[in-house]
């Protein structure tokens, strides 16, 4: 990310391990043959305030006693002093989600959503709570017994209110934000599965956040027990 100071823009980033998450998966109902699937999920979770958030107190500890700041989804929020991401939140959070796949020989149609409680974290902030969706069509290029490869198209959102520091709302924080792009999906045998993806902004009525991403790279490697 960018950081400017002093009228000098400097290149600079955050690296290291995020917040973990605890998710329990239930579907009511699954249908299966050779030539089609329908299949429900609904899943909830717990996220963990495992990662850094050393960035976040850089922004909000500031000379005067005005507080602004800028959103970003991985994870965390830009704020004046140039800092463009935060590693953790400081919170322990609740999430809830539903979920569909349908597939109809090598076509299928998946979708997601998913909203997130959020509870004070660390240095009296409280990121707002938020919700994800996901949707798009995927084509089956290769399928096999113990391997399959698709390519999906895939339409996506994140919609947000305003976080709250010491119980003022943070101006620039809310975000709305539209995203699309290809992806790839991947079984393999019985137990693993992947998903990897470009999400790229196509509408966003977010006009306090000056900091969008420009791209984002998703990756998703799931393990069955």
């Known amino acids: 990310?960018?950081?400017?100071?002093?009228?000098r823009r400097s290149e600079e980033s955050e690296s290291g391990v995020g917040d973990m998450?605890?998710?329990v998966d239930y579907s009511p109902f699954s249908v299966r043959d050779v030539h089609s699937a329908f299949h429900t999920s609904i899943f909830a979770g717990l996220k963990m305030p495992t990662g850094d958030t050393g960035s976040l107190e850089d922004q909000i500890v500031i000379e005067d006693e005005s507080l602004e700041t800028k959103h970003h989804q991985a994870a965390g929020i830009p704020?004046?002093?140039?800092?463009?991401?935060?590693?953790?939140?400081?919170?322990?959070?609740?999430?809830?989600?539903?979920?569909?796949?349908?597939?109809?020989?090598r076509l299928m149609l998946v979708a997601t959503g998913e909203y997130t409680i959020r509870t004070e974290g660390d240095f009296d902030y409280r990121f707002a709570n938020d919700v994800l969706w996901s949707?798009?069509?995927?084509?089956?290029?290769?399928?096999?017994?113990?391997?399959?490869?698709?390519?999906?198209?895939?339409?996506?959102?994140?919609?947000?209110?305003?976080?709250?520091?010491?119980?003022?709302?943070?101006?620039?924080?809310?975000?709305?934000t539209v995203y699309a792009g290809p992806g790839v999906i991947f079984t393999a045998f019985e137990s693993w599965s992947g998903q990897f993806a470009l999400q790229l902004p196509v509408q966003s009525d977010s006009?306090?956040?000056?900091?969008?991403?420009?791209?984002?790279?998703?990756?998703?490697v799931d393990y069955r027990f």
């Open 135 to 176: 949707a798009g069509p995927s084509f089956f290029l290769l399928v096999d017994d113990d391997f399959t490869l698709a390519v999906a198209a895939e339409l996506s959102g994140e919609h947000k209110g305003k976080d709250v520091h010491q119980g003022e709302k943070v101006k620039g924080s809310a975000v709305s």
């Open 207 to 220: 006009p306090d956040s000056i900091v969008v991403p420009d791209y984002r790279l998703r990756a998703v």
């Open 21 to 23: 998450a605890i998710l």
């Open 79 to 105: 704020g004046l002093q140039g800092r463009v991401l935060t590693l953790g939140t400081g919170s322990w959070d609740t999430f809830y989600g539903l979920g569909a796949l349908a597939r109809w020989d």
């Open 1 to 7: 990310f960018a950081e400017v100071k002093g009228y």
